[in-house]
């Protein structure tokens, strides 16, 4: 099985080619509003270097969102052009998910926070227990205030806010994948209406 993961919906590109349970090729770049100027040829190098091209990968795992407008339309766009052109499979899963997964490793609850802007937060709480995972909170979008009295519900829980930690394994294996069979319906969550 062969599949590749993109997420670029915080200040981390991400992206990840994974065969039979082995990362073969990894990128976290930190950008600067760039991610558009990098995606393609991060993984084009990627394909470079690992003798692959797009059609060999069996599934596209996309970080659907929260986060920053044009980087979740961004890997989104990409994952539904190469899913769409190979004929593979598409999958999502929230961005905050892929954020978190390096440190969802043990039993825990585990409280990710994406910043957007003008004093709010992306967040949504996890818990961890007997390698299952449920949500305690969907992804929502709320004020920093409002974080901070969500954190105080959870005194016991792992915050995780603007250093991100990614584990391939956690995000193919996660239970809030989602597939989908149309890739021309997948829209991104931006949360976020207009202002």
Do not use: C
């Amino acid at each position: 099985m062969k599949t590749m993961i993109l997420d670029t919906s915080s200040n981390v590109l991400y992206i990840s080619f994974v065969i039979d349970n082995k990362e073969i090729y990894k990128v976290e770049h930190i950008g600067k509003n760039d991610h558009s100027n990098n995606l393609i040829p991060l993984i084009k190098k990627g394909l470079m270097e690992t003798n692959l091209s797009i059609f060999d990968f069996d599934q596209f795992i996309v970080g659907i969102g929260p986060g920053s407008y044009t980087g979740v339309r961004l890997a989104l766009s990409v994952g539904k052009m190469f899913a769409w052109t190979a004929n593979k499979k598409l999958y999502t899963i929230s961005s905050l998910d892929i954020l978190s997964s390096g440190k969802r490793i043990s039993d825990g609850i585990y409280v990710t926070a994406l910043k957007a802007k003008r004093g709010f937060v992306y967040t949504n709480v996890i818990e961890r227990k007997d390698n299952s995972e449920k949500y305690l909170v969907t992804d929502t979008y709320m004020s920093d205030e409002d974080f901070t009295q969500l954190v105080n519900q959870f005194p016991q829980a792992v915050i995780i806010k603007d250093n991100y930690f990614f584990n391939f394994e956690n995000i193919i294996n996660s239970p809030f994948l989602q597939e989908h069979p149309d890739v021309h319906l997948v829209v991104p969550n931006y949360l976020r209406g207009a202002l």
